[in-house]
């Protein structure tokens, strides 16, 4: 059975998913975040067979996440480096490991963030950049973007009709999922 491919999807976390969402990707990224570059260096750090670190290594090339450059002529050996894209997959990478270190360390903490000069132990969150405000999910919801097509404004609408029914007085001032704009506050203080 083929698996589907979500690269067409307009849905950004599907697209990213086709690029990173198998667990060796991920890993790889991780790995070459902290330094490693080489074949033999992720081999021996993942412990993966040849055969599968060469499709990862060359599925991340093609999505321009990491670049393939030539290091050694004889024999020809070649190194992997993030480039801009894979550099910014890191806040998703910060944040996995910070989830996974809450839920599921119940052995205790193996691997934490860190600030460089301290040591002292981070606690990453997620900040909108334009307010600085933490994006939490009472604040900040999913709302389709300028270019969303009919399909993704119907799922984003259901989606936003549900969570109306559990919403406060408060946040009824959330952006409608249809029009992507707040209501008028006269029109949402009437009832």
Known sequence: MQRKSFGNMQCPIARGLERVGEWWSILLLRDAFQGLSRFDEFQKSLDIAPNMLTRRLNSLVEAGLLERRQYS?????????????????????????AWANQHFASEGISVELVQAETGKAADPILVDRKSGR?????????APGPVANDRTRQRLAFVRQKHIKTETPSSSRAIDPVTNKRPNKRVADRG
């Open 73 to 97: 002529e004889r024999p020809p050996r070649y190194e992997y480096l993030l480039t801009q894209r894979g550099r910014d997959f890191r806040p998703v990478l910060v944040s996995l490991l």
């Open 134 to 142: 933490p994006v939490t999910e009472s604040e900040f919801v999913f």
